[in-house]
């Protein structure tokens, strides 16, 4: 029987820094929580763990030395915090941004520690957000679709660029040394469990949304051929593994990993799993119909559901990716605190940070207050909200972002408004297609930082005309992670079980207004024609001036020209797209 003393800790490893949670087991409360931030954050113009060489447009390379410091600095920071004692401690969970991919050797070294590939991008971690293999994943799709291969519709018709295959074949094309050297492709989910165990095994969730694992099978080796003749044993040289279930113990924890974080050896250490599934058990949010939108920097939308649909757009349908025995649904914005947050720092007057200053109020503040007294569509403008691609329904991370309607009057508060409104366009358009699909979505509920904002969730309420319930705690990942981490300890039997004792939401805190929903509808039309027409082949200009800004930088000796292979295929996919 476990002790009513009992903790877990979990361990949230997000874009910018790690943090570590200390969580009673009986009955979910937060006792101490510490953060690490990467030393390197992240290497998305220069590789500064190397001399600072430049990086190509649309890279996101991280360290992995960066995500072992959190397990020596936070962990044992968030237990002091707690001011409980390590013996206390009878298991840990992670939880990951995905996809974010680490190539090794075959027994876990990351390529970039080794001193022959330090000085070569392509050895480093590349981070959820490396959107330079979207011509891979353009022909990936090109090439499902003419075969007519089944599992292309687990993923709405689209394989992500962000994802497993498309960023293989980007190293095998672009520096076949590193691709030789690579014994394991492995996401950094399961990459720091390696670290705590000794024992590489891939997480369920991961191997299905990220690496096109369906029905016991990755795509073919005549398929992968077909892409690329070197490419054809890429699933069993690199990516092929025991694959653990969520909730499951992937091992115990090592006496290596022990000196790291002042934890007990041989305790429980869950298989790892991804940020935004990890929530929903954390907001108390699992059964079918609720959409769990974790919002920060983009939003990453969950659910699950008793029935398998094939939601056009969506980024997967795993069975069992969120939760044992239900299909687990995922969707996503690319961008959406980074969009509002590029605005604030690139765009608003200097007298708008003066005025902030001197009243005590971030811009952010600011610039809410002003815009939320405008009745609906006053600013005359209209967004879309692709400034970092569009990840749900178009998947397409050659998109960006556009703003119509600018005049010689509009003002900072004007775009501010649009651009959070055209954020919940994009939530409203992901939950459409689920609930065209049959998979309807009747309460939304949403966890992250963003959900601070009153005026931005009542928005969103308005928008999509769902009531929208919040998360309790304000680290819903981490405290996902400790759930996992308590279920593999073995107190509970499964996560839906803990979820109700460990997790919890406020119910409908927000509740659409008639008024403001019915004005939206008017806006949503035009975003809906914008969307489609940039979005479905109406305008290929998006593609073309990122065509031409990479071109730009390669005659500087910084990037690649897009080949004429991959505008054919571009064609294809906007074809397809529409």
Same mark, same amino acid.
């Given at each position: 029987?476990?002790?009513?003393?009992?903790?877990?800790?979990?361990?949230?490893?997000?874009?910018?820094?790690?943090?570590?949670?200390?969580?009673?087991?009986?009955?979910?409360?937060?006792?101490?929580?510490?953060?690490?931030?990467?030393?390197?954050?992240?290497?998305?113009?220069?590789?500064?763990?190397?001399?600072?060489?430049?990086?190509?447009?649309?890279?996101?390379?991280?360290?992995?030395?960066?995500?072992?410091?959190?397990?020596?600095?936070?962990?044992?920071?968030?237990?002091?915090?707690?001011?409980?004692?390590?013996?206390?401690?009878?298991?840990?969970?992670?939880?990951?941004?995905?996809?974010?991919?680490?190539?090794?050797?075959?027994?876990?070294?990351?390529?970039?520690?080794?001193?022959?590939?330090?000085?070569?991008?392509?050895?480093?971690?590349?981070?959820?957000?490396?959107?330079?293999?979207?011509?891979?994943?353009?022909?990936?799709?090109?090439?499902?679709?003419?075969?007519?291969?089944?599992?292309?519709?687990?993923?709405?018709?689209?394989?992500?660029? #962000?994802?497993?295959?498309?960023?293989?074949?980007?190293?095998?094309? #672009?520096?076949?040394?590193?691709?030789?050297?690579?014994?394991?492709?492995?996401?950094?989910?399961?990459?720091?469990?390696?670290?705590?165990?000794?024992?590489?095994?891939?997480?369920?969730?991961?191997?299905?949304?990220?690496?096109?694992?369906?029905?016991?099978?990755?795509?073919?080796?005549?398929?992968?051929?077909?892409?690329?003749?070197?490419?054809?044993?890429?699933?069993?040289?690199?990516?092929?593994?025991?694959?653990?279930?969520?909730?499951?113990?992937?091992?115990?924890?090592?006496?290596?990993?022990?000196?790291?974080?002042?934890?007990?050896?041989?305790?429980?250490?869950?298989?790892?799993?991804?940020?935004?599934?990890?929530?929903?058990?954390?907001?108390?949010?699992?059964?079918?119909?609720?959409?769990?939108?974790?919002?920060?920097?983009?939003?990453?939308?969950?659910?699950?559901?008793?029935?398998?649909?094939?939601?056009?757009?969506?980024?997967?349908?795993?069975?069992?990716?969120?939760?044992?025995?239900?299909?687990?649904?995922?969707?996503?914005?690319?961008?959406?605190?980074?969009?509002?947050?590029?605005?604030?720092?690139?765009?608003?007057?200097?007298?708008?940070? #003066?005025?902030?200053?001197?009243?005590?109020?971030?811009?952010?503040?600011?610039?809410?207050?002003?815009?939320?007294?405008?009745?609906?569509?006053?600013?005359?403008?209209?967004?879309?909200?692709?400034?970092?691609?569009?990840?749900?329904?178009?998947?397409?991370? #050659?998109?960006?972002?556009?703003?119509?309607?600018?005049?010689?009057?509009?003002?900072?508060?004007?775009?501010?408004?649009?651009?959070?409104?055209?954020?919940?366009?994009?939530?409203?358009?992901?939950?459409?297609?689920?609930?065209?699909?049959?998979?309807?979505?009747?309460?939304?509920?949403?966890?992250?930082?963003?959900?601070?904002?009153?005026?931005?969730?009542?928005?969103?309420?308005?928008?999509?005309?769902?009531?929208?319930?919040?998360?309790?705690?304000?680290?819903?990942?981490?405290?996902?992670?400790?759930?996992?981490?308590?279920?593999?300890?073995?107190?509970?039997?499964?996560?839906?079980?803990?979820?109700?004792?460990?997790?919890?939401?406020?119910?409908?805190?927000?509740?659409?207004?008639?008024?403001?929903?019915?004005?939206?509808?008017?806006?949503?039309?035009?975003?809906?024609?914008?969307?489609?027409?940039?979005?479905?082949?109406?305008?290929?200009?998006?593609?073309?001036?990122?065509?031409?800004?990479?071109?730009?930088?390669?005659?500087?000796?910084?990037?690649?020209?897009?080949?004429?292979?991959?505008?054919?295929?571009?064609?294809?996919?906007?074809?397809?797209?529409?």
């Amino acid at each position: 029987m476990t002790s009513p003393d009992a903790v877990v800790i979990g361990v949230d490893f997000g874009t910018l820094s790690g943090r570590a949670l200390v969580v009673r087991v009986s009955d979910g409360a937060e006792l101490g929580t510490a953060v690490q931030e990467y030393r390197h954050a992240v290497m998305d113009s220069t590789l500064t763990a190397h001399q600072g060489e430049p990086l190509p447009p649309d890279w996101a390379l991280q360290l992995p030395a960066d995500y072992v410091d959190v397990l020596k600095n936070a962990v044992p920071a968030a237990l002091e915090a707690a001011g409980v004692s390590a013996d206390q401690v009878i298991g840990i969970g992670t939880d990951f941004t995905a996809c974010t991919m680490v190539p090794t050797t075959a027994d876990g070294t990351p390529l970039n520690e080794l001193p022959t590939f330090a000085d070569r991008p392509h050895s480093y971690a590349k981070l959820w957000k490396h959107h330079a293999a979207q011509g891979q994943a353009d022909r990936i799709n090109a090439l499902a679709h003419s075969r007519g291969e089944a599992w292309i519709n687990r993923y709405g018709g689209f394989i992500s660029s #962000e994802w497993e295959f498309a960023k293989g074949l980007q190293i095998l094309e #672009e520096d076949p040394e590193v691709y030789a050297a690579i014994d394991h492709w492995v996401e950094a989910a399961d990459w720091i469990v390696w670290q705590l165990t000794g024992r590489y095994v891939r997480n369920a969730c991961t191997a299905g949304y990220k690496g096109i694992y369906q029905d016991g099978a990755y795509p073919s080796k005549d398929f992968l051929a077909a892409l690329n003749p070197g490419f054809e044993g890429f699933v069993e040289d690199k990516l092929d593994h025991e694959i653990g279930q969520l909730g499951d113990r992937a091992g115990a924890l090592s006496a290596e990993a022990a000196a790291w974080t002042g934890l007990p050896e041989g305790i429980a250490v869950a298989v790892g799993n991804v940020d935004a599934h990890v929530t929903a058990p954390a907001a108390d949010a699992v059964e079918s119909g609720q959409m769990v939108a974790i919002m920060g920097t983009s939003t990453c939308h969950v659910m699950n559901a008793d029935v398998l649909a094939e939601v056009p757009g969506m980024c997967g349908v795993v069975d069992g990716g969120i939760l044992a025995g239900a299909w687990g649904y995922e969707a996503g914005q690319s961008g959406v605190g980074d969009i509002f947050a590029w605005y604030v720092q690139n765009q608003v007057p200097d007298a708008y940070a #003066e005025e902030a200053a001197s009243r005590g109020l971030s811009l952010h503040e600011l610039l809410t207050e002003k815009a939320e007294t405008q009745p609906v569509g006053a600013h005359g403008l209209v967004a879309l909200d692709w400034h970092s691609g569009n990840r749900s329904v178009l998947v397409d991370h #050659e998109l960006s972002g556009l703003i119509v309607g600018l005049t010689l009057s509009t003002r900072p508060e004007d775009v501010y408004r649009a651009l959070v409104e055209a954020t919940a366009f994009g939530t409203r358009t992901i939950i459409e297609a689920f609930d065209a699909s049959g998979v309807p979505v009747r309460e939304l509920v949403v966890a992250g930082g963003l959900l601070k904002n009153r005026f931005l969730m009542q928005l969103y309420s308005d928008i999509t005309k769902l009531p929208i319930s919040t998360i309790t705690s304000d680290q819903g990942p981490a405290l996902g992670s400790a759930i996992h981490a308590a279920v593999a300890a073995g107190t509970y039997p499964d996560v839906r079980s803990a979820a109700p004792v460990m997790g919890g939401r406020v119910v409908e805190a927000y509740t659409p207004d008639p008024a403001a929903a019915k004005a939206y509808d008017a806006l949503f039309a035009e975003y809906r024609a914008l969307h489609d027409h940039f979005g479905r082949g109406g305008d290929d200009i998006m593609r073309r001036l990122k065509r031409i800004r990479r071109e730009a930088h390669a005659a500087q000796g910084a990037g690649s020209t897009a080949t004429d292979a991959d505008v054919a295929v571009s064609a294809q996919t906007q074809e397809a797209r529409a």
